[in-house]
């Protein structure tokens, strides 16, 4: 599928698309009249020369594609959040141990296949840099991100979310965080030679990720 002269294609994740890239594109378009952008809401990982894709934007580790390289642009925190109502009347969690009690919502990636783990950092003094690996046992799972963020706004559980979709929320109160997770990294995979790019790291609260939700 063509874009046309002045056209790039780019494909990334549908919570992403809305959270991210959407709300900085007007702004981007209006700077630089003369591009043109097909972008494509996916979570899976295809031939990009197939698909007409320049570039793909995906989380994780992006290997065993013959002619892609992936190279990083980011990394960003990941947290575990709940609603005040949602929590009002239950214990806070203090421990990966201590979901057990609790609704969990979960995410199953569908590039993968596999339902996301939940990796939080050690608070022993003298072991910072250990995480904890948690498995959820969810009783509701969903392949759509922001679906699964929309479960835990409306109080139905709780939630592991990457800073660029919680971050709004938490800022405003909505939700508040029931552990701290790791900083995972974000990955793009580029087909075709590598191409120079910053590698962006967000502090402890994302303040550097240049995007938001859009409500």
């Known amino acids: 599928m063509e874009v046309g002269p002045g056209g790039f294609a780019s494909s990334a994740p549908t919570a992403f698309v809305r959270a991210c890239l959407a709300p900085v594109l007007p702004r981007l378009l209006a700077k630089h009249p003369e591009i043109r952008v097909d972008i494509r809401s996916s979570d899976s990982m295809t031939d990009l020369a197939d698909e007409g894709v320049d570039l793909a934007l995906r989380t994780g580790r992006i290997d065993g594609i013959p002619g892609h390289v ?20 239950r214990e806070m969690p203090s421990s990966p141990a201590d979901l057990a009690d609790h609704e969990l919502i979960g995410f199953r990636n569908s590039g993968t296949g596999r339902l996301e783990a939940w990796r939080f950092r050690s608070t022993v003094r003298g072991s910072e840099d250990a995480t904890a690996r948690h498995e959820p046992d969810a009783r509701m799972i969903f392949d759509d991100a922001l679906t699964a963020w929309d479960m835990a706004r409306n109080s139905h559980g709780i939630a ?36 120079a790019a910053p590698d962006t790291k967000a502090d402890k609260d994302g303040d550097r990720l240049p995007c938001r939700r859009r409500q």
Do not use: H, I, K, N
């Not at 992936?70 to 009347?89: E, I, K, N, R, V």
């Not at 979709?165 to 590598?194: F, K, N, Q, Y």
């Open 160 to 195: 592991w979310a990457p800073a660029w979709l919680a971050l709004d929320d938490l800022r405003r109160g909505r939700v508040g965080r029931s552990a701290e997770g790791v900083a995972m990294r974000g990955d793009a995979a580029v087909d075709g030679p590598p191409r």
């Open 70 to 89: 992936s190279q990083t642009l980011m990394t960003f925190p990941w947290t575990a959040c709940a609603t005040p109502a949602y929590l009002a009347g």
